[in-house]
């Protein structure tokens, strides 16, 4: 039966894992992410999933991955301070290949900074918070019902690809509500990871199969493997020979850059002919997309480019952009991080001004209309 | 006929890094009998480690092996077993990677009582990183970061264990074997959280720098110092000073975590069908 729901952000991605197959959830209170540690709570006992509530961020992220390696579909959901934390799993998952989803509710920081206050600052976190090398996938809704279809996604995506995938929901879209439409069951596609077909002897885990990803088996199904955070060869033991290593570390970042096309999502809007150019993602999106319509109303070519994902950057709509905009708006609420990226893809190429908020105020249509 | 232990070792990562005289291989071994005498099977038994000497053990042994992060096992572990309460969950953990970094998740795995049995590799030392103290190094030693004398109190991890609420706990040595075999095979059997101490000598790093000349004469420290737990109860607290006990120190029946866990999600599946039921 077709559902509509009243739901907040944090809600509504909660729904969108449950979709997903998600059973197994552990996690630990943090606002304002804990209404998806709630709603997790309240489901998957009644769904024979597991919920857990660990002793702290760093377990939980440790249960996110055992559960993952038994064969759970396994997320975790925090905000900075715990996001913070978690990051040295998050890179145990990354070497590992362990699927898993991790929602980062973001919240005005550094430190405990503001627990309740919107803010955009951990976008550079989801791409180098954990150290070394490492592919990155990261997801900015901005609206309830994205919530929701990028949970879906992001649950796809770590399965298919088996790498975490990272959703910064910022605290506005994670509070906010609207009316969303509950997909029928088979409505959208779910993808589960590839299973080993080898005989048990002759099995190597970490062999890559399709697209550079290999078929790790679940524990418990009658492979015998072992794995480890040590730079390892297919075989999942420990090397030090610097090939290995080298090939290691090369094809975890290219499986995901060959994954591109289904990973990247952005929406395009009054950009065909635009002049100015909002780049904007998260909440401030929202203000962004406003603006310039009141903008294109008084008669200037303006449009925006609202990105969904932005780990790995999309590139593409931005070079696309570039050849006709001589003005790029980036309205961010931290002090300038995705700017980075814009810059670097738009090569001097057209005018590229930066609107910064870090009052834990939102960003405003008036603001950026501005500048329009 | 002897014990045939390369069944259970993943004999081509032979030989093992650990030093020689090292205890962690009698603690292995002993590990191994009691798989061995409860016929768990290979695809059906996860260990898990985590970082530093005894983290390495999960390379060695013949099972789905997990090696983690720095203090950390616990938490995986606690993820696998949730997820399939089926398969026997084994943690081995140093009292750096257990006590000290991984302090948390030690405590409230005893508090939670699932269904792991956690051996501690106790040899009072970081040795991995070449001897720092770590929380159970004695008070007056020495090591690489007390050089003029470790000032900090030592942690009893039995006594952790059974007042962070573990159903099981037993501490034993790698000098009596015997007894070690008896309490790993019956914190196996136990069903809820246990956990065995192993007290595991390190000659290189901590022996070296604490009067201890050989390998021997840390088993030999062993011997002297451990007191059975029956023999203690008539001991005077002074007659006790600076020993230990042995032997299973704590034992109790409480519901398991993952049977508490699964009952609640089945009293929905009846309440869900009883509805179903109604409507038809």
């Given at each position: 039966m077709e559902k509509e729901k009243f739901l907040q952000g944090n809600e509504a991605f909660a729904e969108g894992a449950l979709y997903a197959g998600c059973n197994f959830f552990a996690g630990y209170p943090i606002s304002p992410s804990s209404e998806i540690a709630e709603y997790m709570a309240y489901e998957l006992p009644r769904r024979k999933g597991v919920f857990i509530e660990m002793e702290d961020e760093i377990a939980s992220m440790g249960a996110v991955i055992g559960a993952s390696l038994a064969g759970a579909k396994a997320m975790t959901a925090t905000s900075g301070p715990g996001f913070s934390l978690k990051q040295e799993h998050i890179g145990f998952a990354c070497i590992t290949e362990v699927p898993c989803v991790i929602v980062d509710v973001m919240r005005g920081g550094p430190s405990t900074g503001t627990p309740t206050g919107p803010a955009q600052g951990d976008v550079m976190q989801a791409r180098w918070g954990t150290h070394g090398d490492h592919p990155a996938v990261a997801i900015a809704p901005s609206t309830v019902e994205e919530c929701f279809y990028e949970a879906v996604r992001a649950f796809?995506?770590?399965?298919?690809?088996?790498?975490?995938?990272?959703?910064?929901?910022?605290?506005?879209?994670?509070?906010?509500?609207?009316?969303?439409?509950?997909?029928?069951?088979?409505?959208?596609?779910?993808?589960?990871?590839?299973?080993?077909?080898?005989?048990?002897?002759?099995?190597?885990?970490?062999?890559?199969?399709?697209?550079?990803?290999?078929?790790?088996?679940?524990?418990?199904?009658?492979?015998?493997?072992?794995?480890?955070?040590?730079?390892?060869?297919?075989?999942?033991?420990?090397?030090?020979?610097?090939?290995?290593?080298?090939?290691?570390?090369?094809?975890?970042?290219?499986k995901v850059e060959k994954g591109e096309d289904e990973i990247l999502r952005w929406e395009e809007f009054m950009l065909e002919d635009a002049e100015t150019a909002v780049v904007a993602y998260g909440s401030v999106a929202r203000s962004a997309k406003f603006a310039v319509k009141c903008a294109r109303n008084a008669g200037k070519k303006v449009g925006l480019l609202k990105l969904i994902t932005i780990w790995p950057f999309p590139v593409k709509p931005l070079k696309r952009l570039a050849e006709h905009a001589r003005k790029v708006i980036i309205p961010e609420m931290n002090l300038g991080q995705i700017v980075l990226e814009v810059e670097r893809v738009i090569g001097g190429k057209a005018d590229v001004i930066p609107i910064n908020r870090v009052d834990t105020e939102l960003i405003s249509p008036d603001e950026i209309l501005v500048k329009l | 006929m002897a014990f045939d232990y390369s069944k259970y070792l993943r004999n081509d990562k032979m030989p093992h890094i650990w030093c020689p005289g090292c205890g962690n291989g009698i603690a292995m071994k002993s590990l191994i009998r009691a798989i061995d005498a409860l016929g768990y099977k290979k695809e059906e038994t996860v260990?898990?480690?985590?970082?530093?000497?005894?983290?390495?053990?999960?390379?060695?042994?013949?099972?789905?092996?997990?090696?983690?992060?720095?203090?950390?096992?616990?938490?995986?572990?606690?993820?696998?077993?949730?997820?399939?309460p089926k398969l026997n969950v084994i943690v081995v953990s140093g009292d750096g990677d257990c006590a000290a970094i991984g302090g948390n998740h030690f405590i409230h795995a005893c508090r939670r009582n699932?269904?792991?049995?956690?051996?501690?590799?106790?040899?009072?030392?970081?040795?991995?990183?070449?001897?720092?103290?770590?929380?159970?190094?004695?008070?007056?030693?020495?090591?690489?970061?007390?050089?003029?004398?470790?000032?900090?109190?030592?942690?009893?991890?039995?006594?952790?264990?059974?007042?962070?609420?573990?159903?099981?706990?037993?501490?034993?040595?790698?000098?009596?074997?015997?007894?070690?075999?008896?309490?790993?095979?019956?914190?196996?059997?136990?069903?809820?959280?246990?956990?065995?101490?192993?007290?595991?000598?390190?000659?290189?790093?901590?022996?070296?720098?604490?009067?201890?000349?050989?390998?021997?004469?840390?088993?030999?420290?062993?011997?002297?110092?451990?007191?059975?737990?029956?023999?203690?109860?008539?001991?005077?607290?002074?007659?006790?000073?600076?020993?230990?006990?042995?032997?299973?120190?704590?034992?109790?029946?409480?519901?398991?975590?993952?049977q508490l866990y699964y009952t609640l999600t089945e009293s929905f599946e009846k309440s869900v069908d009883k509805v179903s039921m109604e409507r038809e």
């Open positions: 796809n995506i770590s399965e298919k690809y088996r790498n975490p995938v990272i959703l910064l929901i910022d605290e506005v879209v994670g509070h906010m509500r609207e009316k969303i439409r509950i997909p029928k069951p088979g409505e959208i596609e779910i993808i589960n990871r590839r299973r080993p077909n080898e005989a048990y002897d002759d099995y190597l885990p970490y062999k890559p199969d399709l697209g550079g990803v290999p078929n790790i088996a679940n524990f418990g199904t009658g492979y015998r493997f072992h794995i480890t955070g040590l730079s390892h060869d297919w075989s999942g033991f420990p090397t030090n020979d610097p090939k290995r290593i080298g090939e290691l570390i090369q094809r975890l970042t290219k | 260990i898990i480690s985590g970082i530093g000497c005894s983290g390495r053990i999960s390379g060695y042994l013949d099972f789905n092996t997990l090696h983690t992060t720095h203090g950390r096992p616990l938490t995986f572990a606690t993820g696998i077993k949730l997820a399939n699932i269904d792991i049995t956690l051996i501690i590799f106790n040899n009072y030392i970081y040795g991995m990183t070449g001897g720092q103290h770590s929380p159970t190094t004695p008070s007056g030693s020495y090591s690489t970061t007390t050089p003029h004398r470790n000032i900090d109190p030592q942690f009893d991890l039995s006594k952790l264990a059974i007042g962070a609420g573990a159903t099981f706990v037993a501490r034993e040595t790698t000098y009596n074997i015997f007894a070690l075999d008896k309490v790993v095979i019956e914190a196996f059997k136990h069903k809820g959280f246990s956990v065995v101490e192993v007290m595991v000598g390190c000659p290189i790093y901590y022996g070296r720098k604490n009067g201890f000349k050989s390998a021997f004469s840390l088993l030999d420290w062993q011997r002297k110092n451990a007191i059975r737990m029956e023999r203690a109860q008539s001991m005077k607290p002074e007659e006790l000073e600076g020993k230990f006990t042995t032997g299973i120190l704590h034992r109790r029946e409480v519901p398991e975590y993952t």
